[in-house]
């Protein structure tokens, strides 16, 4: 199962902006879950988040690839519909 994991906090500008993005996507049938990295560091730190916001697309819950910092919605499309590399 794919998920866009968008790791995000309440202080972060970009994450701010990037928020709408991801409601958008999310109301289109994308599978998005937030992740504030301030009440969820375990999960920041499993998945080696260093800089906020992050989208990391899980595919089975593994790192199938992922966008920092804020980009045109386009981008998380094409990063959700990529083909899994093995």
Partial sequence: MKKLLYFSADWCGPCKQLGP????????????QK????TNPDAADG???KQIPTVILTVDGVDSGRKLGFNPKSMYIELYNQTQRH
């Fill in 21 to 32: 993005i991801m409601e958008e996507l999310k109301s289109e049938g994308y599978s998005v």
């Fill in 35 to 38: 992740v504030n990295v301030d």
């Fill in 47 to 49: 998945f080696g988040v």
